[in-house]
């Protein structure tokens, strides 16, 4: 199967954009099913939310970054490009956005104690940016294992 997109195939286009979308959407589908466990009620919004188990952006920006080394080679300015890129995405992943949630989770509560005194505006802040460390983790495996399944397929 031909990955190349030509007037006479319509392929898929670029394997490593499919391998990173494939990547994402997949852990996004985790979290999807995992909140469905906890909770038993299905809530579609977890396909676009950020936060939670497993990392999207991790699995994504690993996935890109094992396709290139596979397509490119592990050896090339490219590989090295895409795999700085990969680490500097899961470590703010998992600092900056992180600390960027546990902000606002703080920055909540103290809206709401004021809200019950003066009459502010109840308009909550998103409290579930970041991840922990066991979440880049799951999410770099998992966007390991994608990239390596699409390129088997495509094999």
Do not use: C
Request: zero cysteines.
């Amino acid at each position: 199967m031909s990955w190349a997109v030509t007037p006479d195939n319509g392929g898929w286009g670029n394997i490593t954009i499919v391998a990173g979308l494939a990547a994402w959407f997949g852990a996004q589908i985790v979290k999807l099913l995992l909140h469905y466990v906890r909770t038993k009620t299905f809530d579609a919004g977890f396909l676009l939310r950020l936060g939670g188990m497993p990392s999207s952006h991790s699995a994504l920006v690993s996935s890109i970054a094992v396709s290139v080394g596979i397509r490119e080679g592990l050896h090339t300015s490219l590989f090295a490009l895409a795999i700085t890129f990969a680490v500097v995405v899961m470590i703010d992943a998992q600092s900056v956005r992180r600390a960027a949630g546990q902000q606002a989770r703080l920055v909540n509560q103290i809206v709401q104690e004021l809200f019950k005194e003066h009459h502010l505006s109840q308009h909550k802040l998103a409290e579930l940016l970041g991840h922990t460390s066991l979440e880049v983790l799951l999410g770099m495996l998992l966007g390991v294992m994608i990239a390596l399944l699409v390129h088997a397929i495509e094999a």
